[in-house]
């Protein structure tokens, strides 16, 4: 069971903790228990119970009107929002709500659903990413277990790896070539694999070597298989003091190929980008990379 701070709801739903305060006050609609200190702490059922009640005053319901459905009334009411496939923020309560719940079942429909409305890629840019955004929030505060977060990364994965082997096949020869990995140590893989579907459904060639390989390994890969960019994200490794000794690694590593960094890691003001490396602040900067340099290779083809 997660224990959660008033700042902890108000972050996680985007209700105001002023705002909550009355729900409970007035309509009961959370039940805190006291610390020794006399400080409410929240549960999972609370925090499951406010997402839902905010999806429905997001959709103009009033709180009155909320505060009086069952548990049952309130989940088939917040059920039937989920029409309106332009909705990202309510379609994300639902998704940590089923989360809270430990429902797959749910999860697997919200997110099926999510991709038929709004197409593979936009659904995971505007649903799954926002999802597991408030899930790292969620994580950082200690209110999500470790198997909640595998169920949803877990299934995300899934999604990901049937997506991308449901592509056609794309020749080395006839396109562009990277190389994605991960550093040793390294074995948070979402965005590298959002990254290989991303360029693969572009048309171009993708050597995935995933997770955790090791850096001296850069070298004979380049060499073989001379791939125009190298792609990595830098999530939780390495240390933070250490970042920029194996930016420079990487780079020496393979001078004549350009370096992609991304990841939380690599954001910081400090950091020195080699003249071989290029800094990837958002995930749109990276698909928008993707699509111009397949316009510039038909450009290139036409004129040729």
């Known amino acids: 069971m997660g224990h959660f701070s008033i700042s902890d709801l108000e972050q996680l739903s985007g209700v105001k903790a002023h705002t909550i305060r009355i729900w409970e006050q007035r309509y009961g609609i959370l039940r805190p228990v006291r610390t020794a200190t006399n400080i409410r702490t929240y549960c999972d059922d609370d925090l499951r119970r406010l997402l839902n009640v905010a999806t429905l005053c997001g959709r103009g319901y009033r709180i ?14 917040v059920i039937s929002c989920y029409n309106d ?14 989360m809270l719940a430990m429902d797959e079942q749910q999860l697997t429909y919200l997110l099926n ?16 990413y926002p ?41 080395p020869a006839q396109a562009r070539r990277w190389v994605l990995f991960l550093l040793e140590g390294e074995m948070h893989e979402m965005a590298l694999l959002f990254m290989n579907y991303a360029l693969r459904a572009r048309g171009h060639h ?32 390495p240390e933070r003091d250490q970042v920029q000794h194996f930016v ?3 780079a020496d ?12 890691l690599v954001q910081t003001d400090t950091l020195q980008v080699p003249v071989n490396a290029v800094r990837m602040h958002v995930m749109t900067d990276f698909l928008a990379l993707a699509d111009g340099l397949v316009h510039q290779a038909r450009t290139e083809a036409l004129a040729s």
Not at 122 to 128: G, P
Not at 151 to 156: A, G, I, K, P
Not at 219 to 237: D, I, N, Q, R
């Open 64 to 77: 009155s009107q909320v505060a009086r459905l069952s548990e049952q009334e309130l989940a088939d009411a």
């Open 85 to 98: 496939t332009n909705d990202c923020c309510q379609q994300v309560h639902a998704l940590l709500a089923a």
């Open 113 to 128: 659903r999510a991709i038929r409305q709004r197409g593979f890629e936009e659904a995971i840019l505007h649903i799954a």
């Open 131 to 171: 999802f597991l955004q408030r899930i790292g929030v969620m994580w950082q505060a200690g209110t999500v277990n470790p198997a909640q977060e595998h169920l949803v990364t877990n299934l995300l994965r899934q999604k990901l790896l049937a997506a991308t082997d449901a592509l056609p096949p794309v020749q």
């Open 206 to 237: 993708v050597l995935y070597l995933g997770q955790n390989l090791p850096i001296q390994e850069l070298k004979p890969v380049c060499e073989a298989y001379e791939p125009y960019a190298l792609c990595t994200v830098m999530t939780a490794v």
């Open 248 to 250: 420079n690694q990487m």
């Open 253 to 264: 590593l393979c001078p004549d190929t350009t370096l992609f960094l991304y990841g939380p």
